[in-house]
């Protein structure tokens, strides 16, 4: 998440907010629930395993189900969320994952501190089975407090919205367009303006406008002429993005056209 110091490099704190989503509280209780719940069944089926089978030492009984209560509370979630990269049953239910404060994958280390912090502080008892809550209540990020220890973070992976078509260069800005130098402009660049043109609709306004104005006034510092007439950096970063798409499409026409062999130019046997 740290911003680069090369101008050409504009993965910025902003547009990190374009690819992380951090999830909603609700949703984490939700997540939860769903794994308590599994949790719950588990262990009232394993005392009724033990029910079944028990001998006459109740001591026995109770040690063999405590351990049994420990290997489940703590079993199920830490070698699900280890086997499947950050996603309990609860967390695919309700489409999210656990990943790295930096955004790797989680290891059973991680997995080990989040779920031992849950249980013993995060719904303990002694915090009301509030811990947890109120601090992702609290937290920007929405973290719970094995979160914090753990150095993750739970974010939202469901169905993600595809990305929206590239504008079409407006008629009035196509002759402008087409004399447009952009061959001093870094691929990268570019590359940044059509993501952000792609998803500016999920941005709020104000990192959507700051944005927009860092990749228009870098783009334009690279190209000639100017247009014909004062643009907005959204407008003009369409207009770039458009006529980029156009080049490239016209480049992969022109290569087939060049390397595909007319009926007349192939050998007689192969006509």
Known sequence: MATSGNETQIITG????????????PARVLSALVDMVIVLIGNLLW????WRVRG??????????????????????IATETLTRGRT??????????T????????????????????????????ALLGGLV?????????????????????????PRPPTELPEVPPELAAWAARLELGRVPSELLTAARQFIQRRQRLLRH????????????????????PPSPLEPEDYLAVVVAERRRREIDRINGARQEWVPTSQELPAGWR
């Not at 902003?14 to 509280?25: F, K, Q």
């Not at 005392?47 to 033990?50: C, D, M």
């Not at 049953?89 to 656990?98: C, D």
């Open 135 to 159: 601090c992702a209540c609290l937290h920007p990020q929405g973290k719970r407090i094995g979160d914090l220890l753990a150095g993750t973070m739970v974010v939202r992976v469901r169905a």
């Open 100 to 127: 790295r404060d930096d955004g790797g994958v989680i290891r059973f280390r991680h997995a080990l501190i989040r779920w031992i912090t849950f249980w013993a502080v995060d719904v303990a008892p002694w915090t």
């Open 47 to 50: 005392t009724w395993v033990l």
């Open 207 to 226: 990192p959507r406008t700051s944005i927009a104005k860092d990749l228009a006034s870098k783009i334009y510092a690279r190209t000639s002429p100017p």
């Open 89 to 98: 049953v609860g967390a695919l239910a309700t489409g999210l994952r656990v």
């Open 14 to 25: 902003d547009a990190v907010l374009l690819e992380v989503r951090p999830a909603r509280v």
């Open 56 to 77: 006459e030492s109740d001591a026995l009984f109770n040690s063999v189900d405590l351990i049994g209560y420990i290997l489940i509370s703590l079993g199920y979630p």
